[in-house]
């Protein structure tokens, strides 16, 4: 699918079970638009591994991935989404990638132009831990 808001593309994927919690709608997928960084529910994922590098290559690989998606997406919403976001925080620390770098490598990235400003929000996520 093509993002909504801005119409770029986007990467869907499956959501497991376990990190369900963190997405808003219960829905069993999103879809991370790969240049506003937006998220977007999906009722039917692709079964396949996501390819966020489709995103940026400051993406994680592995276990990090999906936990790091819903992080980027819950960003814009800081505040009202912040245990979610504490918790995939350390979801991403235990995984074994750097949530602090990704999202520094994203606002460096020439081919993302993201809806909330990155630098802004890594500075408020240092803050909540
Ligand atoms: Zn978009």
Redesign the pocket.
Known sequence: MD?P????ATVAFAVPADLREFLPGGDPGAAL?A??L?LHPVADPPAEPPAFAAVSDAFPDGEAAVPMALLVGLLDSLARYRAEITALLERVERAGSDPFLVVDRLADDPGIDA?TDLRRRRHQLEQLL
């Open positions: 993002c808001a801005c119409g770029a638009c240049e506003c937006r809806a």
